[in-house]
Each structure stands twice: as C-alpha cells, then as structure tokens.
C-alpha cells in the first residue's frame, strides 16, 4: 500500500539557471513524520531521473515541518536556454506531489 506525497503535503518550486529547489510542507505532524522518513534525496532523484536530474540533495527545516529539495541538471539549460513549455520548472513541484511513498512508516 502507498500514500502520495501530495496527501501529506503542498509544494512550491523555484529556479536558479537549470537548477530547480522544490519545498514540500506538510500538513501536519503525522505527515511530517513520514515525509522526513520516506522522502529521501534518493527517491526524489529516482522520480526526477527522466529529466536529467543530477544528484539531488535534500535540507530539513523541522520549525515549518519542511523538506527542500535542490535539483541540479533538471531545467534543460534553464530559462534562457529551454525549449521546453515550462523552462522556469514551476509544474516540477506537481511530480514531486506524485511521488509515491509507503503508507505504513515506522514512528520515529
């Protein structure tokens, strides 16, 4: 069984060139504590991988229940070079929703 990241949480994305930052708040304690579990650098890579994403490094901050995620490679060139229909990346933060994550997560 599965959850989505967007039943724990909203997101909002940024660019800088072709980097993206994706911030991902949750909702509530409960959601904060599975996304800080489940959510890892290495499965929002996995999920970004299609678009050339490189490596994906991740910062909590725990006082806004937040994880960002900085996205590197994953704008094809960024603003001023992309062909694609969103160069700045704003619809990313919809993928990052769509991330499946295991619904039963240890308490920690």
């Known amino acids: 069984m599965s959850i989505l990241v967007y039943d724990l949480a909203h997101a909002r994305a940024g660019d800088k060139g072709n980097t993206s930052s994706i911030a991902v708040i949750a909702y509530d304690d409960d959601g904060w504590r599975v996304l800080r579990q489940a959510l890892t650098a290495e499965r929002v890579e996995q999920a970004f991988a299609h678009l050339g994403a490189g490596k994906v490094r991740r910062y909590e901050v725990e006082s ?20 694609r229909l969103d160069p ?21």
């Not at 295991?102 to 920690?108: G, K, L």
Request: aromatic share 2%; charged share 10%; proline share 7%.
């Open 88 to 108: 700045h990346g704003k619809s990313l933060s919809s993928l990052m929703l769509g991330i499946e994550l295991p619904a039963n997560q240890p308490q920690s």
């Open 64 to 83: 806004l229940k937040a994880l960002n995620f900085v996205i590197p490679n994953v704008l094809s060139g960024g603003v001023t070079r992309s062909l």
